[in-house]
């Protein structure tokens, strides 16, 4: 099929570039991923995944994490085959749960070296 075509010249896909208007949706991204553990199944081959656009809040990232962890299992819990755009809002966000974790409180955004 044209999806396995293209998965087996790939390491990795994404969801889109990250910079059109609608991105990482999870619609879209069970039919990906469930396209490469049907993959894998048929090849042995592992291919990636990268959702791009649209995570912002570490909540969001452990929807994504929970999303590959239900359908593709640990193994893709990794950088080698697991990866989200790190921008800088999400960074922030990452930041201050680590504060509040430590500290018991929040800080501003503006407060922390990332944002």
């Keep these: 099929s044209l999806a396995h075509l293209y998965l087996g010249r790939s390491d990795f896909i994404k969801t889109s570039t990250g910079k059109e208007s609608v991105n990482a949706t999870y619609p879209v991204a069970i039919v990906m991923v469930r396209a490469i553990r049907d993959y894998f199944l048929k090849t042995g081959h592992k ?3 990268k959702p791009a656009g649209g ?15 239900e359908e593709l299992g640990d193994e893709w819990l990794s950088p080698r085959l697991f990866r989200l755009g790190a921008s ?3 960074l922030a ?6 504060y509040h974790h430590v500290t018991g409180r929040y800080a ?3 407060q922390m070296p990332m944002a």
């Design 47 to 49: 291919v990636g995944f």
């Design 55 to 69: 995570i912002r809040t570490a909540k969001e990232s452990l929807v994504w994490l929970t999303l590959m962890k």
């Design 88 to 90: 800088s809002l999400l």
């Design 93 to 98: 966000d990452i930041e201050r749960q680590i």
């Design 108 to 110: 501003a955004y503006h």
